[in-house]
Structures are given as structure tokens and as C-alpha cells.
């Protein structure tokens, strides 16, 4: 493929933009690479104005259709991108585009144990991409394990709860929730979950398991800001997780999830999303 400069305003390092775009940054700059023309009011056509299905996206990206939704949900309400749905799929419109077209990316040689490829850059959340997290700290690509047992072996070395094996029922859960969200996006959670439980600046401390993580705390560390898991104004008390099922209290002992009612213990028999989650 012929390759061309991607013009980018420094505008965009500001902080302003990288809260507002967190991740989204990433198909923000596949939108610009993509452009083939811009009006005189500044707005640039997208492939022409070819609609564009997820699954055309997911060919670079590999990432889930989650993601992909929330992206666009991201760059359109801070009016970085216009989208028109077609039956074909949408068309993506980028406002204030520049870009200049027809210019070739200089040569530059590389070793080729160093070269890397735009695909291998991990996707970033800003909040996470503000702390003191390297890259190296998150090996995204790693050749002898699967995604499921290298989201395992990476939860394990948090050293959040440590798991001795990886029983069925975590591998169900995994593979379940690699169906909604990226590998990229289920490691970036997994990791400011463990910043926000060893930062003594910040008021969340309850530990899940990671079937439990992954069930209810995926989104949450996922999508928060990690500056809205500070103490406010370094006083105040840390929220504890408590569960119920229509009203009674669900506590959890030996694997297994019980309902209690009336004094009794009653084993769980539905699913987690019956289960509501409250912090008190």
C-alpha cells in the first residue's frame, strides 16, 4: 500500500481533546487516512462517501463491535466526525479536516527486529495513558499464548486475586466477553482497575475475582475517567460493594453465590445480571 502523511493540527495533543477522545482517537486517524476529498467548508468525504460497514474497520483495527459503536458515539458527540446511515452502512463526514493528498512518506530504513508495524501500537486509554504505565507494562502481542490465556496469566500478574488454574468457568467468561470487547480494551480495564486499588488517592478497594471483573467491572474501569475514583478532597470513605437479589442480600462463600431470606441461606441459581450492585 502507498503511503501518505496524515496531517494532524497539534491542536489535538491538547488536553482537552484527549479526555474528550480517549481511545477513539485511533479510528479518528483512520477517518483522516481514509479521506479522499475536502469541501470548501472544511468537511472531508470519507472513501468518497462510500458507506462503510464495522467489518471493513475490523480489518485493521481488530476490534470488537462495542468498541467500534462507542467510538463513533465518542468522536460525534464532541463533533469531531458527522455520520449518515445508509442501508449499505454509514458515511463518515470528518470536521475541520486538512490533509494534503498525493505526497509520499519518505523511505526510512529500519533494522527489521525494530520496525514496527501501526497495527502493533496499543490503543490507549488517556486516562491510563497519563499515568506512569510504559508499554512495555502491557505486551499486547504475544505468540504462544492464546487471547484467553494471556488475559488470564495478565490478571494474575496484577496480583489482584491470583487464580491458581484456569478453570472453565473463567475461560467461559473470558471467551464471552471477548465476543462484546476487544483483548486491547479487557487488558487496558484490567490494569487501571489495579492503579486505582494500590493508589492511596483513591477511595475504590473492593477486589474481584476475574470472572467477577469481568462480569461487572469491565465497563466501569473501562469507561470512567480514573480521576473520578479519587477521594474527594482526600476524605472521603471508600464505597463497599453489596449485592442483592430482589431486595435480599447475595454474598458469596466458597465459589458459590447465596440469597439471604428470612435467616436462610439460599443458593443463587440465576445469572449475574439479575443480581444488582449497589455501593454503600
Given at each position: 500500500?502507498?503511503g501518505?502523511?496524515i496531517?494532524?493540527?497539534n491542536?489535538?495533543?491538547?488536553?482537552?481533546?484527549?479526555?474528550?477522545?480517549k481511545?477513539s482517537?485511533?479510528l479518528?486517524?483512520?477517518?483522516?487516512?481514509?479521506?479522499?476529498?475536502?469541501?470548501?467548508?472544511?468537511?472531508?468525504?470519507?472513501?468518497?462517501?462510500k458507506?462503510i460497514?464495522?467489518e471493513?474497520?475490523?480489518?485493521?483495527?481488530?476490534?470488537?463491535r462495542?468498541?467500534?459503536?462507542?467510538?463513533?458515539?465518542?468522536?460525534?458527540?464532541g463533533?469531531y466526525?458527522?455520520?449518515?446511515r445508509?442501508?449499505?452502512?454509514?458515511?463518515?463526514?470528518?470536521?475541520?479536516?486538512?490533509?494534503?493528498f498525493?505526497?509520499d512518506?519518505?523511505?526510512i530504513e529500519?533494522?527489521?527486529?525494530?520496525a514496527?508495524?501501526?497495527?502493533d501500537?496499543p490503543?490507549?486509554?488517556s486516562d491510563v495513558?497519563?499515568?506512569?504505565?510504559?508499554?512495555?507494562?502491557?505486551?499486547?502481542?504475544?505468540?504462544?499464548n492464546?487471547?484467553i490465556?494471556?488475559?488470564?496469566?495478565?490478571?494474575?500478574?496484577?496480583n489482584?486475586i491470583?487464580?491458581?488454574?484456569?478453570?472453565?468457568?473463567?475461560?467461559?467468561?473470558?471467551?464471552?466477553?471477548?465476543?462484546?470487547?476487544?483483548?486491547?480494551?479487557?487488558?487496558?480495564?484490567?490494569?487501571?482497575?489495579?492503579?486505582?486499588?494500590?493508589?492511596?488517592?483513591?477511595?475504590?478497594?473492593?477486589?474481584?475475582?476475574?470472572?467477577?471483573?469481568?462480569?461487572?467491572?469491565?465497563?466501569?474501569?473501562?469507561?470512567t475517567?480514573?480521576?473520578?475514583?479519587?477521594?474527594?478532597?482526600?476524605?472521603?470513605?471508600p464505597?463497599?460493594?453489596?449485592?442483592?437479589?430482589?431486595?435480599?442480600?447475595?454474598?458469596?462463600k466458597?465459589?458459590?453465590?447465596?440469597?439471604?431470606?428470612g435467616?436462610?441461606?439460599?443458593e443463587?441459581?440465576?445469572?449475574?445480571?439479575?443480581?444488582?450492585?449497589?455501593?454503600e
Amino acid at each position: 500500500m502507498k503511503g501518505y502523511y496524515i496531517e494532524v493540527t497539534n491542536n489535538l495533543l491538547e488536553p482537552k481533546h484527549q479526555e474528550a477522545m480517549k481511545e477513539s482517537v485511533w479510528l479518528f486517524m483512520w477517518l483522516l487516512d481514509k479521506m479522499t476529498s475536502i469541501s470548501e467548508e472544511g468537511i472531508g468525504k470519507v472513501l468518497g462517501g462510500k458507506p462503510i460497514k464495522y467489518e471493513e474497520v475490523k480489518n485493521d483495527f481488530n476490534i470488537a463491535r462495542t468498541t467500534y459503536v462507542r467510538w463513533i458515539k465518542i468522536l460525534e458527540n464532541g463533533k469531531y466526525i458527522k455520520t449518515t446511515r445508509t442501508p449499505a452502512g454509514l458515511v463518515f463526514y470528518v470536521n475541520k479536516a486538512k490533509k494534503v493528498f498525493g505526497r509520499d512518506v519518505p523511505k526510512i530504513e529500519h533494522h527489521s527486529d525494530v520496525a514496527k508495524k501501526v497495527s502493533d501500537v496499543p490503543k490507549m486509554d488517556s486516562d491510563v495513558a497519563k499515568t506512569d504505565i510504559q508499554y512495555k507494562t502491557i505486551q499486547l502481542h504475544n505468540k504462544n499464548n492464546t487471547d484467553i490465556q494471556f488475559i488470564f496469566e495478565y490478571w494474575n500478574e496484577q496480583n489482584i486475586i491470583v487464580h491458581s488454574k484456569l478453570t472453565d468457568k473463567i475461560k467461559t467468561k473470558i471467551i464471552s466477553t471477548l465476543k462484546d470487547y476487544s483483548q486491547k480494551d479487557i487488558l487496558l480495564a484490567i490494569r487501571k482497575y489495579k492503579i486505582v486499588l494500590d493508589g492511596s488517592e483513591y477511595f475504590w478497594t473492593y477486589r474481584w475475582t476475574l470472572q467477577e471483573f469481568l462480569s461487572r467491572g469491565l465497563t466501569k474501569f473501562l469507561d470512567t475517567p480514573i480521576d473520578n475514583f479519587k477521594k474527594s478532597n482526600g476524605f472521603e470513605k471508600p464505597k463497599k460493594e453489596k449485592r442483592y437479589y430482589q431486595g435480599n442480600p447475595v454474598v458469596s462463600k466458597n465459589g458459590k453465590d447465596y440469597v439471604i431470606s428470612g435467616g436462610e441461606w439460599l443458593e443463587f441459581a440465576g445469572e449475574d445480571k439479575d443480581i444488582e450492585v449497589r455501593y454503600e
